[in-house]
T-cell receptor, first 114, second 113 residues
Framework: EADIYQTPRYLVIGTGKKITLECSQT?????MYWYQQDPGMELHLIHY???????EKGDLSSESTVSRIRTEHFPLTLESARPSHTSQYLC?????????????FGPGTRLLVL | GESVGLHLPTLSVQEGDNSIINCAYS??????FIWYKQESGKGPQFIID?????DKRQGQRVTVLLNKTVKHLSLQIAATQPGDSAVYFC????????????FGQGTRLTINP
């Protein structure tokens, strides 16, 4: 079992609200990631971080922002939620060892914007 | 550019049968591959991985095969059980550039009783 946590698990919110999705890991991993996933569909990388004070945009354009002030914490913020943001958001962290880099995922946050 | 795709979006097998899930990739610079299993309402869970210097790797009831010549990856699940029902994703990691994981579309595996 991976020690990576996401809160909330489910969120229903109105258009225009500011929201922050939390992600924490206790494995000491430097690399962390945020993916957006529609049900049963592929994962789209929206943000990643290679360590404290490092953040990069992913392959899928997103109106969200992230911060990485502490190794274990990688929150994602939407300043003004819209119905198009309705999706599942998955957080992951990874370690690199022996030529392998395995990403461990949290349980996800399912977001519904009305 | 990089792309990882699965040949079949859905697969149904009888309980107890073996199943094979396929994945094609296009980046010849990819040197590491992972299979993930995602059950409904959960995040993807690591199943098995393989490095490009190998063509086969076995785990408990699962085997991953890598054919670098045709850029093909497969996941074999032996003696499928109801708990194997899930969406399976392959992912590749390039040894160049940002070295991010690229995920395929996903195959939904359904086990029939």
């Amino acid at each position: 079992e991976a020690d990576i946590y996401q809160t909330p698990r489910y969120l229903v919110i109105g258009t225009g609200k500011k929201i922050t999705l939390e992600c924490s890991q206790t494995m000491g991993h430097d690399k962390m990631y945020w993916y957006q996933q529609d049900p049963g569909m592929e994962l789209h990388l929206i943000h990643y971080s290679y360590g404290v004070n490092s953040t990069e945009k992913g392959d899928l354009s997103s109106e969200s922002t992230v911060s990485r002030i502490r190794t274990e914490h990688f929150p994602l913020t939407l300043e003004s939620a819209r119905p198009s943001h309705t999706s599942q958001y998955l957080c992951a962290s990874s370690e690199y060892s022996g030529g392998k880099e395995t990403q461990y995922f949290g349980p996800g946050t399912r977001l519904l914007v009305l | 550019g990089e792309s990882v795709g699965l040949h079949l979006p859905t697969l149904s097998v009888q309980e107890g049968d073996n199943s094979i899930i396929n994945c094609a990739y296009s980046n010849s610079a990819s040197d590491y591959f992972i299979w993930y299993k995602q059950e409904s309402g959960k995040g993807p869970q690591f199943i098995i991985d393989i490095r490009s210097n190998m063509d086969k790797r076995q785990g408990q009831r699962v085997t991953v095969l890598l054919n670098k010549t045709v850029k093909h990856l497969s996941l074999q699940i032996a003696a499928t059980q109801p708990g194997d029902s899930a969406v399976y994703f392959c992912a590749e990691r390039s040894n160049q550039g940002a070295q991010k994981l690229v995920f395929g579309q996903g195959t939904r595996l359904t086990i029939n009783p």
